[in-house]
């Protein structure tokens, strides 16, 4: 037989209940692979005992002939933004380390009930803070790629960089990630698998450690979009907890997964075509529009006026919900305690913070702590509010004359650790095709598209309208389905 | 604007969080620069756009005015750096 850990979410599940293999030697062989990965860094925890429960608990039930549950003995990685019960849970920060919840996020209580397995939590940027991976308390994640003919490690993207690494290294068939500013698709984007951003309220925050409420949403990474479907659907769903949690049903994303675009029309933003972006990325667009003509849709130039101001408005509303959510960690209730000689509480919030959090941390705190003081709060805050309208106004408008958007993911392929780390804003920017989106709400993924010249994937985006997620679903499988992505990574770890 | 070492330890100040002389030295000019960039945002003219309120149209639901999982204290306290008592442990903030 060959390696169960080649095997996606769908072929593994449809192979446990059909007997194919058994739970356990799934488990077992993802446990292994996860144990033998250590120089990708993209666990922070292991949990094994985890992963085996749930296969036997699959295992179990076949035998007594009860009806599997959807995702029964699929092991997976959970990004470690993710509160997990008895389980540290870190945000890959110094502040939460040892940090143990009492309490389950409401994605991931689902995705066990759902019969999943958990591998371990995945490191991420602190906080999600990031683009790279370079800015967790546990060490950088590296990627399983590497350039044609180099050695040299590359980022994984971020903040979903654990996540990204491990699907591609085939340590797990899928795992969780969140979505801030692109999060989720930049990171699938850079190692050559696929991620959803389903929109806003469609999963639950509950649980998951907070860095700017008003974007966070979480979603899936797995090796194909019929996985991601899958996925999404045990992770989706109404949560009384969640204020902000849309009360609908979700979808059968999987059963209406069709990659005939028929009848639809996609647009192309003008916009997305910036000078500076490298030939190959536009080539790779270029592609993906032939691919979606040719699965039958019809192709519409769209003008989304406002991108130029997405970046900036989202590095204002971004750092000053983070400087909000973030004031929680004062050493007093859970995590670090930093408490000088004869301080008092005051210097011991401020010696806490400033030994719990990371360099990136306290740069958006700052920021975020700067547009909303007194005197400032409207030139910043209010103003990158008001811009944020008008970017959500841009694609209600283009959606009257479109079903969905292509464009690339990002504006480059994966680059090499400490490429971009010495300058904020130029790392800042390699989101900038993924934040108005975020910034609008709307669904959202990435699929691999190709290689760059120096063997790197390059990941195509599909935007949707609110709640559409099967649309940019469909689109993705017709991507897919074209594109014939089976390039993957030397196993050097 | 300009933002000088003085407002960055006054900003760092007010997010709690402890700053040397040369984390500020340091911080200012990075700060500046991503303000500096943010500040391109003025060119837009926003005076009939009202600020965005809520991303997807969702109205705040109410729930009945009942405790639905009281009686942790245990579980509260239990990720308490320390705590005594039932209570979590400040250092004293009255004389």
Known sequence: ?493 | MSVDTATVKKVASLARIAITDADAERLAPELNNILGWIEQLGEVDTSSVQPMTAVIPNTLRLRQDVVTEGGQRDAVLQNAPQGEHGFFTVPKVVE
């Open chain 1, 1 to 493: 037989m060959s390696d169960v850990t080649d095997l996606g979410v769908a072929e593994l599940r449809d192979g446990i209940r059909g007997g194919k293999f058994s739970a356990r030697e799934v488990a077992d062989a993802f446990v292994i692979k996860v144990s033998r990965a250590k120089a990708l860094n993209a666990f922070i925890v292991e949990t094994p005992e985890h992963a085996l429960a749930a296969a036997r608990e699959a295992d179990e039930a076949l035998a007594r002939g009860d009806k599997l549950k959807p995702l029964a003995g699929v092991p997976i990685g959970m990004k470690d933004l993710f509160c997990t019960k008895g389980v540290q849970t870190t945000a890959a920060s110094h502040i939460l380390e040892g940090f143990k919840p009492v309490y389950e996020s409401t994605v991931s209580q689902k995705l066990w009930d759902a019969g999943a397995g958990m591998l371990g939590k995945l490191n991420l940027d602190q906080f999600a803070m990031g683009s790279s991976n370079e800015t967790s308390y546990f060490g950088n994640v590296i990627s399983p790629w590497r350039k044609q003919g180099s050695n040299a490690s590359l980022a994984p993207g971020g903040s979903s960089g654990g996540s990204s690494s491990a699907v591609a290294a085939r340590l797990c068939p899928g795992a969780t990630g969140t979505d801030t500013g692109g999060s989720i698709r930049q990171p699938a984007a850079f190692v050559g698998i696929s991620g959803i951003k389903p929109t806003y309220g469609r999963c639950s925050r509950y649980g998951v450690v907070a860095f700017a409420s008003s974007l966070d949403q979480a979603g899936p990474m797995a090796r194909d979009v019929r996985d991601c479907a899958i996925l999404l659907e045990n992770m989706a769903g109404f949560d009384p907890k969640d204020s902000t949690s849309l009360n609908l049903p979700v979808p059968k994303w999987e059963e209406l997964l069709s990659g005939d675009l028929r009848g639809k029309k996609i647009g192309i933003p003008k916009e997305y075509r910036l000078d500076g972006t490298p030939p190959e990325i536009l080539a790779l667009w270029d592609q993906g529009i032939e691919w979606v003509k040719d699965a039958g849709a019809e192709i519409v130039e769209v003008s989304l006026p406002h991108t130029k101001y997405a970046l900036p408005a989202y590095y204002i509303i971004a750092p000053a919900e983070a400087s909000s959510n973030l004031a929680r960690y004062d050493g007093v209730r859970y995590g670090l305690r930093d408490l000088p000689e004869g301080a008092n509480l005051q210097d011991m919030y401020a010696a806490t913070r400033a030994a719990g959090f990371g360099d990136e941390v306290k740069r958006r705190i700052l920021i975020g702590t700067y547009v909303l003081s007194a005197g400032f709060y409207d030139a910043y805050f209010t103003q990158a509010s008001k811009v944020r309208t008008l970017i959500a106004q841009d694609f209600e408008n283009a959606f009257t004359v479109c079903d969905l958007i292509l464009t690339p993911t990002a504006p480059s392929a994966a680059f090499a650790l400490g490429e971009k780390s010495a300058d904020p804003l130029a790392m800042y920017l390699n989101d900038v095709f993924t934040v108005p989106s975020s910034l609008a709400g709307l669904p959202a993924m990435s699929v691999p598209g190709g290689l760059d010249k120096d063997g790197l994937p390059l990941g195509l985006q599909i935007i949707g309208k609110p709640l559409d997620e099967q649309g940019v679903l469909n689109a993705g499988l017709a991507i897919e389905q074209r594109a014939g992505f089976a390039a993957r990574p030397d196993a050097w770890w």
